[in-house]
């Protein structure tokens, strides 16, 4: 059956990436169908919400969302739930997206663009799994009371709850362990297992599911250790899954080795393998309707979509090969331009792409 794919670019530089992104899964000529739909400050500009229900009812009803950015800053004195990054938040909720894959490239031909030495940094190529639902940020109960006890009892105090449950932390090691059995087989599990309980949990559970894929070595690591070795050895690393909040700071870690802000993809999944497929970086205001923004981390994330949601990796392959083929040529947008490289606008790399395909 054909697939269909919601197509929501949103504000910003959202619709002149995802038109260079359209423009390679089109060249590819597959068996999907492509329906747009407002999202962020456009869609609160037509219909007074970043999110509206129309919005909402196609990207449930397909098989997977290839999403921009949202953020204009025209819409930045809006109340919190009109703000357009409401609309993130608000699919992830209402698809149930618990999955969050991160990948961290540096491809060769742009290690100098690395806040760390070439030779650290050249060929980096690393999954960040987090889980995307539970932890801290969502556990019960969380609030403000007076402090019953302890050494400031009487004041004011602020607390969160850490939560994860045993199925919540199987289903995100499933997907872990499956993405590595894809890769090198190597697999490194993020926890703070020496001071937290559910960091403990975590680790138990890791191990036991670790028995169904024998194929994949299992290896724990703190997070402070892990902080250290993405600046330390980073190359070492292949999969790493881990909590919300730790792979929330260790994401954006490794994102920084790799320099280029607009070279990173992201998914978010569920169960069904529907998912939420977009750019790392945000709507960049900054450079908006000028045609100079990196459209790559956009056709990167439509690769992603291929790959996780749509089971069509030949194709995922071959953009991502036709995406290495444009570097090495030496095409650059502006974030990325150095010294003898061809400089180019955002629409003539996304045509560099389909030309390399
Ligand atoms: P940003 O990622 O939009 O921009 C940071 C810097 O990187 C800017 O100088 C921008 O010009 C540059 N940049 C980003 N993407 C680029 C690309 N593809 N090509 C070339 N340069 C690029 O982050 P910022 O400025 O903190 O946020 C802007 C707005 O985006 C805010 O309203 C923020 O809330 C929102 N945002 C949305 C996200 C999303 O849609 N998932 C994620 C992060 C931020
Ligand atoms: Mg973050």
């Not at 999110?51 to 009812?57: A, D, I, V």
């Not at 997977?64 to 993130?88: C, S, T, W």
């Not at 889980?131 to 009892?153: K, N």
């Amino acid at each position: 059956m054909t697939k269909k794919v919601a197509v929501l670019a949103g504000d910003g530089i959202g619709s002149e990436i995802m038109a260079q992104a359209l423009k390679v899964l089109k060249a590819l000529d597959l068996d999907l169908v492509y329906e747009e739909a407002l999202v962020g400050g456009v869609a609160y500009a037509a219909y007074g919400h970043p999110l509206p229900e129309s919005t909402l009812k196609l990207a449930k009803e397909s098989d997977a969302v290839l999403f921009g950015a949202v953020g204009d800053f025209k819409y930045d004195n809006l109340e919190r739930h009109l703000r357009p990054e409401q609309a993130i938040l608000g699919l992830r909720k209402a698809l149930g997206l618990f999955v969050n894959l991160r990948p961290a490239v540096c491809y060769k031909e742009l290690t100098y663009a690395s806040s760390l030495k070439p030779e650290l940094v050249s060929g980096l190529d690393l999954l960040i799994v987090r889980e995307l639902t539970g932890d801290v940020y969502f556990g019960q109960p969380r609030g403000r009371r007076i402090s019953p006890d302890g050494l400031f009892a009487g004041s004011e105090e602020g607390f969160d709850t850490m939560r994860y449950s045993k199925p919540e932390v199987e289903r995100i090691a499933h997907v872990a362990f499956k993405a590595a059995q894809g890769r090198g087989k190597h697999l490194t599990s993020v926890d703070k297992a020496n001071v937290l309980e559910t960091s403990q949990l975590w680790r138990d559970t890791m191990n036991r599911v670790a028995k169904e894929y024998p194929d994949v070595t299992l290896e724990h690591m703190y997070v402070d250790n892990a902080a250290m070795q993405l600046v330390r050895a980073p190359k070492k690393l292949d999969v790493l899954v881990t909590g919300n909040l730790f792979g929330d700071i260790l994401s954006d870690e490794a994102a920084m080795l790799t320099g280029s802000i607009g070279m990173l993809a992201s998914a978010a999944l569920n169960e069904k393998k529907q998912g939420l497929f977009e750019p790392s970086h945000g709507s960049a205001p900054d450079i908006a309707g000028q045609n100079i923004a990196n459209p790559l981390a956009q056709i990167l994330s439509a690769a992603m979509m291929l790959r996780y949601s749509l089971d069509m990796p030949e194709a995922a392959d071959k953009i991502e090969k036709a995406v290495k083929r444009v570097l090495a040529e030496g095409y650059r947008t502006g974030d990325i331009w150095s010294e003898g490289c061809k400089k180019v606008t955002c629409s003539e790399m996304g045509d560099a792409v389909v030309a390399a395909l």
